[in-house]
Every structure is written in structure tokens, then in C-alpha cells.
């Protein structure tokens, strides 16, 4: 059998395609296009499951470039399961952003009509680099995910978000400059850009450890690891909410997914005992120091930003947790696999759940959505199935991450991480439950008319909540069909693993 | 007549189904009107599910099971018909009451975490309940928007948020080396695990917080009351009792000894009823006197518990006091905290008056028929001789009447007040017969009660010591109406504790933002070189060490 | 690597150094991305240097593509963040001012 040879194009260039379509149509287009655009796009992941189902892991160079002068495509397992996770968001976040930015009343083009396109592309970019294989690839797709972002957050148009949207390019630019110049060091050495090719050759030496660690600092800003995180929460808190949920929800993942790949192409057997401990550290630092802050934020969208900020330290907690080569390694990685997964959609469901109140009250500030669970249940109910991931507690993925990754570090005897770990779920409970307990409180009239905002239609109401609930209903599936997305990551998994669909079986 | 086993897993789901109506606009107002139904495949299948009947989705992430055994039975039935009542109850009561925050999807969530327990048959499906429960009942609690009960939701959830981060990993490590997840298995691997004793602990005090053992207590006298009446009722008549269950099915009682363990179960569940008994005595709140009644009676039950953790073969008899104890105080605390929400007629105060008659074990009523069972726990040969478990018990009789005594004078009659008839009325009168009839209908539900008249009449005739001094100090009290020398105010240890003050917090999470606004500026980018460079310097120095 | 690549090796180590202190350590956004263009250009010398990987022959034209698109995205990005912080200052005249929050 063989595949198609644009099957793994097909998810880079249609997104990028209507991209550029989006600039072509006129602004009341927009929402219906992009829905449908959407829906195209998703659509291509079918293709790509079926194959890597059937057929395993698979290696396109398009145009008939190949290695080492092409750039080369691969789709394995997990590739295939991130880009899942992005038809998912990119669906919910597209109906969303449908909603969020109705067109204008007299046709005329808005700002607004900027996150069309430029959301597409960053869609193309994400992705691209899941499918990359190839060090130059990376910082290509980096560099446009993070100039479409750029742009995303400017929608905004406020002071603020402008003042973020700097913050975020400088941060980008100098962290894709940090990450380039690692990958020349170690392209003058290995004499090639595939991961694969470079993954065999990789011997310890000055110029290739200089150049790894290079391009480590690079991912590490734009994964937004503690203390390098202090561009993100402005960032993701001052844009507007479907730009926000693209942001917190797709593109820091995108950082740790690349780091994940390289590091399990060689970056482990570089430096086997001081990384891991560095990168571990600074994830459980992140894990508290974000807590502790989101417990202090006066606005909703600045607690979940700094959620993120805690979040991804639990991701990070992998490359401690995999450094022992105990049997448990194909578990903690499934596990982080799982966080980072249903962080992505839990923070995007609330970050559109936050969206709707803002809109509806006038303001996120905690302080006007007070009582609000009243008179918006539906989008609280959003924001409590999105908490409970976020929380790790039953029944959601994020539980079974945690699961996996806490069982791990029994298995290591970490119990300083496992302690971290637990610790960073109760600091989680309370800046939820300190938004929860404003929520839930007796209501007074809505704010919002005293203030002149225009009430939601019927129709926009339900077309922004169903989309975040369902993104929040989705962080649920996996615990119903655990053995699928277990099989898939199997595809091609870079280290061995046995089983781990039990919690009691022994990994 | 046999009901399916899907019915095990729907009686959980219904529940969230009907949480989930308000998505349909039209639907949102009948929500209410619905709650009495939720409970409805619980109760049915408590009753009609057969014994043995196992269901298992192969798919789900630790193949969810669920079976039905005869303690999951009891406790279904019991809970099931709790959440009934208290779903019936609240009909009417929102409609006198004008609701505060919003109430029936946190009761239904809650329910559906609760109901999920009696039959689930691995550890991940009943953590998944139990989480349920204990974070949805902090929306009861906090139900009021009081300060007071803001208050006591954020103590509530603090000690919610420990027993998680005690059970957690207490359970992982419990599968750590099961062979599966099954609860059987785990409670069959500590046998094999060469020190179980910290993660028994573990699992133990982190559900020994949903039962309000000493000193993790102090919660549940400021939460119990803060909800509405039909909130308290479940939170008292049913949830309580989740701890219990999980001990039934984690703890290895009966499988080998555990004397330190025990031993300390037991001291701590002595303290834990006596002294809530003589705290409950001086409180002025009358539900929050119930909920101080109701740690002693849990107390109880884990004092029942802890001598069979020392001596293995009182395992079968102190279960079954357990359960008939645990059923007992089920349906006369929903009564009871039913009661607190109705207006003080004269009706209700006899119907209150005799259902503290029973709760106390006036000889004839509902209590006198327990007691056999725990006779037989405490008379038993094997009872270990350092534990007075008698005469613990025998206080605990003599307490409880003058408490009960009190809690009825607290609700001064009001003759101008009438008892209406509507659905609170029914919730309470039918759950006041349920725990009135409750030694007929025991012997069906497999539980050890006896419906002896002759026992009864005997010990009408030859009474209890206890008894009759629990009487002599009513009557004491009445004659001289002595003012209490103390008064402990609700949430005892929790005025004793250190304040760790919470300006102190604040000023250390003030620092922290102060270095996070720190970090924007220039040493924002200091962090960025100080962490590339340490990446270099490892990176490096590891070269140095292999690179030879 | 022969010694004229190396002393262009060594050199844009100096000025992306120079550089990436002062995009680190400067307040004003002004001069920050001046000086990442610094830093930028410092990283470019170096990976021009690194092209020459054998002392005879053409150099290795992979490294000058990366230069290339790097230089691409070095320009677009100045060329934005100066946009952008135009536009800042005409957002934040004083009859602009944002709430404090």
C-alpha cells in the first residue's frame, strides 16, 4: 500500500490556503467561511488516522525532495494524536471565534476580520511543525506560528494588548535567533537538519552540546517554562478570547511537543543526569510560583493565564521523570502526553467560557462576574468541567496524566516531584475555587445592562457555549475510550513501552 | 422480578443528566420540580438488581466495574432513598425560601458522585465518586452566599483538597503492585505488600475526613448547618457515611493485624464521640448540635472499626454492627435535619421529640433494636481487654439523651405556626416513618437487626444503667435549668489553632508579585541569560565527563 | 574549522553577546530592537562561519539558506515591532490613557 504523497501536506496546506482565502472574502463572509473552512481543515486528519492505522508511521518528502537536502514529513503516533488534538481546538475555536466576531452591521471591514486569516495560518504552522521532522522546519513553523500570533493578539486593540503583542514578538524573535543558532552548531557537526539522521550520529562533543543546549533555551522561552514565562500571561490575558484559547490552548504546546521530539532523538544521551534535573526543577518551581500567582489575579482571564504558567511546569516534569531508565518511562511519557493534551482543551473551553462572561457581563474583573453562575449556568458548567482538569481530578484526562505521571515517580522514588505534584493540584483547587465561590455567590441584577452592554442573541449565546462545551465535554471521552488513543500512541513511539492501559498493571 | 446491571452505572448517570437539563432554555424551570426523581434507578436498583449482578465497560480507563454485593446494597438503598427525600423536600422549600446562589445542579452532581459509590467495584470509579461528591457538595454549602457560609465552604474545601492529596496517592500506590484495579485486589495486595502500613494510613485519614474523625472534624459543625435543610440532611444522612464505605472496601479488616493502626483508629474515634457529644451539648444552633451529634455517632462507627483492625476475627461482627448503625443514623439524621427547616407547630415538635426518643434507644422504639447487634460486638470473646469499648459506649448512651433533650427545647414551639401540607412535610413525614419502621424492614435489607418484641419488653424491664442516668440528667436539667458554665462556639480546634495569619500569607504572595512584575522588566531577561547560560555550563561540564 | 572561519566564528559570538545583553538589559523597547538586530546580526556571522565546515571548496549552502530565511524573519519582525510601537505611542498619549488595572 502505498499512501498518497500529499496526504501529510494536507493538514499544513489547507489551513494555510484558506488563509489566504480569508484575506480575498469580503467581511460578512467571514464567520460562515471560516466555519466551513474548519471543517475542511479537520477533515484531514481522517486521511492520516486511517493510514497510520493500518500502515504505521509514515515518511513523506514532498516534491520528491528527500533527506538531507529535502524537508521531510512524519507522521507517527503521536503526531498523529497532537494533530487530532488541533482539528479539535481548531474546530471549536473556529465555530467560536464565528460567534465572538459577528460580522459588521454595515459590511465594512473591522479588526476583527483580521483573525480569520491570521488564525488559519498559525493553524498551518501548528500543524507543520507536529509533522516536522526537521531542525530548520521547526524554527520556520515557530517563527510563523509566533508572527501570527502576534498579530492575534492585536486584535485586541486595547494599550495593553499592544504592549503584549511587543513583549510576545521580541520574546519570539530572540528565542528563535537562540534556537537558530543551536541548530547551526549542531548542523556543522552532524551534517544534516533530519532529526532521525541526526538522532544516529549523535556523539557527546563541545560544538553539539554547545548547539543543543542552544536550541533547549529557545524552546524552553517559547514553551514558556519558569522563569522564562513572564511574556505569556499579559499575552494570553489581554487578548480577545478566541485568541486567548488559540494561544493557551494550542501554541504552548507546540514548544514542549518539540522539545519531547528532540530530546528523545538524542538530547537524553547528551547530558543523562544534569537536564533532566534542571528541567524537572524549573517545572515544579513553575508549577507553584504559577499557582501562587493565580491565586492573587483580580480578572478571570489573568487566573487562567497563570494556570497555564503552572500547568505547563506539569509538563515539564516529564524529562525528570523519564531520565531513570526504570520501566515506567513509557508511562510518564503517556501521561505528560495526556496533560498536555487535556490542559490544551480544558484552558481553551475556559478561556471561551471567560469570553462569554466578559462579554455578556461587560468585564472579566472577578468582582462584576460575581453571582454571575445565576444568570449564566451553562457557561460556569463550562468553566467547572474545564477545572476539573485542570484540578486532575476523576474523571478527566488530566486526571489519568496525573495518574501515570504520580505513579511513575513512586516507581523513581521521587517523592519530592510527587509531592510537587500533589501540591500544585491544591493550589489549582484554590484559585478555582476562589473564582467558583464569586460565581456561585446570590445575585444581584446583571451588570451588564446598568453598563450598556448589548445583551447576547439566542443565536450567539448558543453558537460560543456549545463549541466550549464541547471542548470541555472532550477532556472527558478518553477516560470512556482509553484504548484508542493508548494504540495510537503506540505508532512509532520512540521508546519501548508496555502496557500502561491499567493503572494496576505493572508498566 | 430481576433489573438489569446497567442500572448499577445509570443510577450515577441519571442524576448528571438532569444536572445537564438547564443547557435546554425551556427545560431550565422544571429542573426543580424533577429532583425527587434523580434518585429513582438508584432506589430501584437497590432493590431489584440481584445480588452478584457485575458490569464491566472493557474500554473505559481502569475497566470501569460496578457490582452489587450486600454492603453496597444496603448502602445504595439507604442513600438512594435519602437523596430521594431530600430531592422531594426541596420542592417546596425553594419556593418559601427564595433560592440564593443556585442549588439543583450541585445537589444533582453531588448525588450522582454519591450514588456512584455503593456499587463500584475499582478504585478508580469509586476516587471518581467520591471527588465528585465531596467538590459538588461545596456548592451546598456555600448555597447561602452568607459570609458565614463562604466561610465554612473555603474550611470544607481545604480539608476536601487534603483527603484528596492523602487518597490519592494512597490509592496509586496502592495499584503501584495490584494486579488490577479492582477493589478486591487492592485490599487482597496489602497482604502481599511488605509495609502497607503508610499507605492504609494514607487512605484511611483521608476519608476519615468526610467522617469528621478527631482532629480532622472541625469542618463538618460549620458546614453541615451553613447549607439549606435538605443540603444538611444528605450531607449528614448520606455523604457522611462515604468515608465509612470506602474503609469497608480499602481497609483490610479482618485479613491480618494491624495493632499500631488500630489502636490508634480507636483512641482517636473515643475522643472524636465523647467529645463532640459534650460539645454538641453546650451548642446553641440547632443544626449545628446535630451535625456535633452526628460526629459522635460516626465516632462510634469507627470505633467499632478499629478494634477489628487489631483482632481480625472481630471483623465480621463489627461490620455488621457497623452497617446496622450506619442505616440507623442515615434515616433518623436526614429526619431530623429535615425537621430543622419546617416551622415549629406543635406537630413537629411531638413528631421531633419522639424521633430523639428512638435515635437515643428509648426501649420499644426504632434504637432499642440495634442494640443486640452491638452487644454482640461488644461482648464478644475476642474483644481486646485494653480497649474499654463498654463503657465508651455506655457514656456515649448516657450523652446522647440530654443532647437530643436539648436539641428539642432549642426549637421553642410557636402555636401560631401550622404544618402545611406540601412536599416538605412528605419528605419529612415519610422519611420520620422509614426511621420509625426501620427494625421491620431491617431483617429485608440483610441487615442483623432482630424485630424481637419479647427482647424489648425484657428491656423495658431490666433497663440499660446508661439509659436511665441519661434520663436522671434530663430530669436534673430540667428541675434547675443550669446555665452551662461554657459555651464552645461551632468549629471547636478550629479557634484553638495557631492563627498562621493570614496577613502573613498575603505579604509573602506580595513578594512573589513583586518579583513577577520584576521579572517584565530587565531581569526578565536576566532569567532568560541566566538559564541559557546554566543550560551551557551543564551541557558543557557533561561533555567534559564524556567526552573522554 | 580553518582560522579566517573562526575568527568570523568568534567574532559574531562578540556581537550577538553584545547584543543579547543589551535587548536584555536596555528599558526603553526602542533600543531593544536595535539591539536585537544586534544580536541578529551576530548570530548570521557566526552561522556563515560555521558554513565553511572543510577547509577547500565551496562553502556548505545549507547554513547560508538558514542565514538567509533568518535574515527574512529578523526584518519582518524589526519592521513589525516598529509598527507596533508607533502605534503604542499614539495609543498612549495622555488623552489615551488606558485604566491603571
Known amino acids: 500500500m502505498i499512501a498518497h504523497p500529499w496526504l501529510l501536506t494536507l493538514p499544513i496546506i489547507l489551513p494555510l490556503a484558506f488563509g489566504v482565502l480569508m484575506l480575498l472574502f469580503p467581511s460578512d463572509w467571514l464567520p460562515r467561511a471560516g466555519r466551513h473552512g474548519a471543517m475542511f481543515c479537520a477533515a484531514t486528519i481522517v486521511p492520516c488516522t486511517q493510514w497510520i492505522w493500518q500502515a504505521g508511521p509514515i515518511h513523506q518528502s514532498p516534491g520528491g525532495w528527500v533527506a538531507p537536502l529535502g524537508i521531510d514529513l512524519y507522521l507517527d503516533g503521536m503526531a498523529c494524536l497532537f494533530l487530532i488534538f488541533s482539528a479539535i481546538m481548531g474546530l471549536g475555536i473556529s465555530f467560536y471565534a464565528a460567534a465572538y466576531y459577528p460580522p459588521s452591521p454595515d459590511g465594512s471591514r473591522t479588526r476583527n476580520d483580521l483573525f480569520w486569516p491570521l488564525w488559519f495560518v498559525t493553524w498551518g504552522g501548528i500543524n507543520s511543525l507536529f509533522l516536522s521532522q526537521d531542525l530548520f522546519n521547526i524554527y520556520v513553523t515557530l517563527e510563523l506560528i509566533s508572527i501570527s500570533g502576534v498579530g492575534l493578539i492585536l486584535i485586541a486593540g486595547t494599550p495593553g494588548a499592544t504592549r503584549a503583542a511587543l513583549q510576545y514578538q521580541m520574546q519570539a524573535l530572540i528565542a528563535g535567533l537562540v534556537y537558530l543558532l543551536g541548530v547551526g552548531m549542531v548542523y556543522n557537526v552532524v551534517g544534516t537538519l533530519d532529526l532521525q539522521l541526526m538522532s544516529d550520529q549523535l556523539e557527546p562533543g563541545p560544538m553539539i552540546n554547545l548547539g543543543m543546549a542552544l536550541m533547549t533555551a529557545g524552546l524552553l522561552i517559547k514553551a514558556a517554562l519558569f522563569p522564562l514565562h513572564f511574556w505569556l500571561p499579559k499575552a494570553h490575558a489581554d487578548a480577545t478570547a478566541p485568541v486567548s484559547a488559540v494561544l493557551s490552548g494550542l501554541v504552548v504546546t507546540v514548544a514542549f511537543v518539540m522539545l519531547t521530539r528532540i530530546w528523545f532523538a538524542g538530547l537524553h544521551r547528551l547530558a543523562p543526569f544534569l537536564l533532566p534535573g534542571l528541567l524537572g526543577g524549573l517545572g515544579a518551581a513553575g508549577i507553584v510560583w504559577g499557582g501562587v500567582l493565580a491565586l492573587r489575579q483580580h480578572r478571570l482571564k489573568r487566573v487562567l493565564a497563570y494556570s497555564t504558567v503552572s500547568q505547563i511546569g506539569y509538563l515539564f516534569l516529564v524529562f525528570a521523570l523519564t531520565f531513570h531508565d526504570a520501566p515506567g518511562q513509557g508511562l510518564v511519557w503517556t501521561g505528560a502526553v495526556y496533560l498536555a493534551i487535556s490542559h490544551g482543551l480544558a484552558k481553551g473551553a475556559a478561556f471561551m467560557a471567560a469570553g462569554y462572561l466578559q462579554k455578556a457581563e461587560g468585564s472579566d474583573r472577578l468582582l462584576t462576574l460575581k453571582g454571575s453562575a445565576r444568570r449564566h449556568p451553562v457557561a460556569v458548567m463550562v468553566l467547572a468541567v474545564a477545572s476539573i482538569n485542570l484540578m486532575g481530578l476523576p474523571p478527566s484526562t488530566g486526571f489519568i496524566g496525573k495518574w501515570m505521571m504520580l505513579k511513575a515517580s513512586f516507581y523513581t522514588q521521587q517523592w519530592g516531584l510527587a509531592v510537587v505534584m500533589l501540591g500544585g493540584g491544591l493550589l489549582a483547587a484554590a484559585y478555582l475555587f476562589r473564582v467558583f465561590e464569586l460565581l456561585l455567590q446570590p445575585s444581584g441584577p446583571s451588570r451588564g445592562e446598568e453598563a450598556g452592554i448589548l445583551p447576547l442573541t439566542r443565536s450567539q449565546s448558543i453558537w460560543m457555549l456549545a463549541p466550549a462545551m464541547l471542548l470541555a465535554l472532550a477532556t472527558l471521552v478518553p477516560v470512556l475510550f482509553i484504548t484508542l488513543p493508548e494504540a495510537l500512541l503506540r505508532i512509532g513511539a520512540p521508546i519501548p513501552f508496555t502496557t500502561f492501559i491499567s493503572p494496576g498493571g505493572t508498566p | 422480578m430481576n433489573a438489569p446491571a446497567w442500572l448499577l452505572p445509570f443510577s450515577a448517570l441519571f442524576p448528571l443528566l438532569l444536572a445537564a437539563l438547564p443547557a435546554i432554555p425551556q427545560l431550565r424551570r422544571h429542573q426543580l420540580h424533577l429532583l425527587p426523581l434523580a434518585a429513582l434507578p438508584a432506589l430501584l436498583a437497590g432493590f431489584w438488581v440481584p445480588e452478584g449482578a457485575t458490569i464491566t465497560l472493557a474500554r473505559t480507563l481502569m475497566e470501569s466495574s460496578w457490582t452489587l454485593d450486600t454492603t453496597g446494597r444496603i448502602f445504595q438503598i439507604f442513600t438512594a432513598f435519602g437523596w430521594m427525600m431530600a430531592g422531594l423536600y426541596s420542592i417546596s422549600y425553594f419556593k418559601d425560601h427564595p433560592r440564593k446562589g443556585p442549588f439543583a445542579i450541585p445537589f444533582l452532581i453531588a448525588m450522582s458522585g454519591n450514588l456512584l459509590l455503593p456499587t463500584a467495584a475499582d478504585a478508580v470509579t469509586f476516587y471518581t465518586g467520591f471527588a465528585i461528591m465531596s467538590f459538588a457538595s461545596w456548592g451546598l454549602v456555600v448555597h447561602s452566599g452568607t459570609p458565614e457560609a463562604l466561610r465554612a465552604g473555603r474550611i470544607y474545601l481545604a480539608l476536601v483538597v487534603l483527603g484528596e492529596l492523602m487518597v490519592f496517592p494512597g490509592l496509586v500506590k496502592g495499584t503501584l503492585w495490584a494486579e488490577s484495579s479492582t477493589l478486591s485486589a487492592i485490599r487482597s495486595q496489602w497482604a502481599l505488600d511488605p509495609d502497607p502500613r503508610f499507605q492504609i494510613s494514607l487512605i484511611f485519614f483521608g476519608f476519615a475526613l468526610k467522617a469528621g474523625l478527631f482532629p480532622f472534624h472541625f469542618w463538618l459543625p460549620l458546614a453541615h448547618p451553613a447549607a439549606p435543610s435538605p443540603a444538611s440532611a444528605v450531607l449528614s444522612g448520606c455523604m457522611i457515611k462515604a468515608g465509612l464505605l470506602a474503609w469497608l472496601r480499602l481497609v483490610p479488616l479482618g485479613e491480618f493485624s494491624m495493632p499500631v493502626l488500630g489502636h490508634s483508629i480507636s483512641i482517636l474515634a473515643g475522643i472524636s464521640m465523647m467529645g463532640s457529644l459534650v460539645i454538641g451539648l453546650t451548642q446553641t444552633h440547632p443544626k449545628a448540635l446535630l451535625a456535633y451529634s452526628s460526629l459522635g455517632k460516626m465516632g462510634m462507627m469507627m470505633l467499632m472499626l478499629g478494634p477489628a483492625m487489631v483482632e481480625p476475627a472481630l471483623a465480621p461482627a463489627s461490620i455488621a454492627a457497623v452497617l446496622v448503625l450506619a442505616t440507623f443514623h442515615s434515616l433518623h439524621k436526614s429526619a431530623l435535619f429535615l425537621g430543622t427547616g419546617l416551622p415549629n407547630s406543635r406537630v413537629k415538635l411531638l413528631l421531633t421529640a419522639l424521633l430523639c426518643a428512638s435515635f437515643a434507644g428509648i426501649p420499644l422504639l426504632s434504637g432499642a433494636y440495634t442494640k443486640p447487634t452491638i452487644n454482640a460486638l461488644l461482648h464478644h470473646s475476642a474483644i481486646p481487654h485494653d480497649l474499654p469499648l463498654a463503657l465508651l459506649f455506655g457514656v456515649s448512651t448516657l450523652l446522647t439523651l440530654p443532647l437530643l433533650f436539648r436539641f428539642v427545647i432549642l426549637s421553642h414551639p410557636d402555636p401560631k405556626k401550622q404544618t402545611k401540607l406540601n412536599t416538605c412535610t412528605l419528605a419529612w413525614g415519610i422519611s420520620i416513618t422509614a426511621a420509625l419502621l426501620f427494625p421491620l424492614f431491617a431483617p429485608s435489607l440483610s441487615l442483623a437487626v432482630t424485630p424481637d418484641l419479647g427482647y424489648q419488653v425484657r428491656n423495658l424491664l431490666t433497663p440499660d444503667p446508661f439509659l436511665w442516668g441519661g434520663l436522671g440528667l434530663i430530669g436534673l436539667w430540667a428541675l434547675f435549668k443550669p446555665k452551662l458554665p461554657f459555651h464552645i462556639p461551632p468549629g471547636d480546634l478550629l479557634h484553638l489553632l495557631p492563627r498562621v495569619s493570614s496577613a502573613w500569607i498575603s505579604r509573602m504572595e506580595e513578594r512573589l508579585e513583586q518579583a513577577e512584575t520584576r521579572l517584565n522588566g530587565a531581569p526578565g531577561g536576566l532569567a532568560i541569560l541566566l538559564i541559557t547560560l546554566l543550560l551551557l555550563g551543564l551541557m558543557l561540564s557533561n561533555t567534559a565527563f564524556y567526552g573522554r | ?101
Do not use: C
Request: charged content about 15%; proline content about 10%.
Open chain 3, 1 to 101: 574549522m580553518p582560522p579566517p572561519a573562526l575568527l568570523y566564528a568568534l567574532a559574531g559570538i562578540w556581537i550577538s553577546v553584545i547584543g543579547l545583553r543589551s535587548v536584555l538589559v536596555e528599558e526603553h523597547f526602542f533600543r531593544k530592537i536595535v539591539a536585537s538586530n544586534i544580536f541578529g546580526s551576530g548570530v548570521f556571522l557566526v552561522l556563515v562561519a560555521l558554513a565553511r565546515r572543510a577547509p577547500e571548496g565551496p562553502p556548505d549552502p545549507v547554513p547560508q539558506g538558514m542565514v538567509l530565511t533568518g535574515i527574512v524573519v529578523a526584518v519582518s519582525a524589526t519592521a513589525l515591532m516598529l509598527a507596533l510601537l508607533g502605534h503604542l505611542h499614539d495609543l498612549e498619549k495622555p488623552d489615551n490613557q488606558e485604566d491603571p488595572s
